[in-house]
């Protein structure tokens, strides 16, 4: 005869049950990596204004970019992505420098960075991790 604590009786009946609700163990969905560099660079890359890069990792999530060029006036600017190229939450530049944002949540972030990009100062901002990001060669 199985003699079992009844806590562990329990313990075992709801493991049955999360495991059939397919809650089983503290399983996370792992969070989305970040896009490699290159498909940054390939956004900025195209054309004849050939423009200078530096991208940031922000918080470990965002990505920022900066770019200028010496070629085309109108081709010096920011953009601040969630993880890949195609989730861009904030632009300037181009011939409406003003930023635009998809996600006013990232305003204030975004105009912080901007402001630091076009004052030439390093990239700091208080309350956020910020890292370059290397450029894979052209």
């Known amino acids: 005869m199985n003699k079992q604590a009844p806590w562990r009786r329990g313990a075992a009946a709801l493991a049955l049950a999360l495991a059939a609700l397919g809650c089983a163990g503290a399983r996370t969905e792992p969070s989305p990596t970040l896009a490699p560099a290159a498909?940054?660079?390939r956004l900025y890359r195209n054309g004849d204004c050939?423009?200078?890069?530096?991208?940031?990792?922000?918080?470990?999530?965002?990505v920022y970019v900066r770019h200028s060029s010496n070629t085309c006036s109108d081709?010096?600017?920011?953009?601040?992505?969630?993880?890949?190229?195609?989730?861009?939450?904030?632009?300037?530049?181009?011939?409406?420098?003003?930023?635009?944002?998809s996600d006013e949540a990232y305003?204030?972030?975004?105009?912080?960075?901007?402001?630091?990009?076009?004052?030439?100062?390093?990239?700091?901002a208080p309350a956020h991790r910020i890292r370059p990001l290397p450029l894979p060669p052209d």
Do not use: H, K, N
């Open 39 to 41: 498909d940054f660079a």
């Open 50 to 62: 050939a423009p200078s890069l530096e991208l940031f990792v922000v918080d470990e999530r965002l």
């Open 75 to 101: 081709s010096s600017g920011g953009a601040l992505f969630d993880r890949t190229p195609q989730r861009p939450l904030c632009t300037s530049g181009g011939i409406m420098p003003a930023p635009r944002c």
């Open 107 to 124: 305003r204030a972030l975004f105009q912080l960075l901007e402001s630091r990009r076009q004052s030439g100062a390093d990239l700091l």
